[in-house]
């Protein structure tokens, strides 16, 4: 069952948060966010929410196009660490979805894409690990 958490609703305030993840490469134009590793080349999103409660923002990014295989997305998940760095959690192909289960305060995440198993990853303090494989 996904989560539904609500979005910031000032998106030059997410647009500067999405620059501070991403190290400048997001950047939001005209109502729209291009990944300069991508420029004109794939369509991408940016989602700003906060997953754990504490106040403080993370990052989904998500960037579609025909170079990211089968599921034609490729997906990311940024957190800012105790020591104020931004770190990936993801980088690759799948759509993402957040479930209703815990772990440390952080939900587990369902990573989607093409075929009939999604792979699960949890929370393990310091980051998301893969929690619920899938046999190849």
């Given at each position: 069952?996904?989560?539904?958490?609500?979005?910031?609703?000032?998106?030059?305030?997410?647009?500067?948060?999405?620059?501070?993840?991403?190290?400048?490469?997001?950047?939001?134009?005209?109502?729209?966010?291009?990944?300069?590793?991508?420029?004109?080349?794939?369509?991408?999103?940016?989602?700003?929410?906060?997953?754990?409660?504490?106040?403080?923002?993370?990052?989904?990014?998500?960037?579609?196009?025909?170079?990211?295989g089968?599921?034609?997305?490729?997906?990311?998940?940024?957190?800012?660490?105790?020591?104020?760095?931004?770190?990936?959690?993801?980088?690759?192909?799948?759509?993402?979805?957040?479930?209703?289960?815990?772990?440390?305060?952080?939900?587990?995440?369902?990573?989607?894409?093409?075929?009939?198993?999604f792979?699960?990853?949890?929370?393990?303090?310091?980051a998301?690990?893969?929690?619920?494989?899938?046999?190849?």
């Open positions: 069952v996904p989560l539904l958490c609500a979005a910031q609703s000032n998106p030059a305030a997410d647009a500067k948060v999405v620059a501070e993840a991403t190290q400048g490469r997001f950047e939001y134009r005209n109502g729209s966010y291009f990944d300069k590793d991508y420029e004109g080349l794939a369509e991408c999103a940016a989602e700003v929410i906060d997953l754990n409660g504490d106040g403080q923002p993370e990052v989904f990014t998500k960037c579609y196009g025909s170079m990211f089968m599921a034609g997305v490729k997906m990311d998940l940024i957190i800012k660490g105790t020591n104020g760095k931004w770190v990936s959690q993801f980088g690759f192909p799948g759509e993402y979805r957040i479930l209703e289960v815990k772990s440390r305060g952080y939900p587990d995440i369902e990573s989607l894409g093409p075929g009939t198993c792979p699960v990853w949890r929370w393990n303090g310091s998301y690990a893969i929690h619920k494989s899938c046999d190849r």
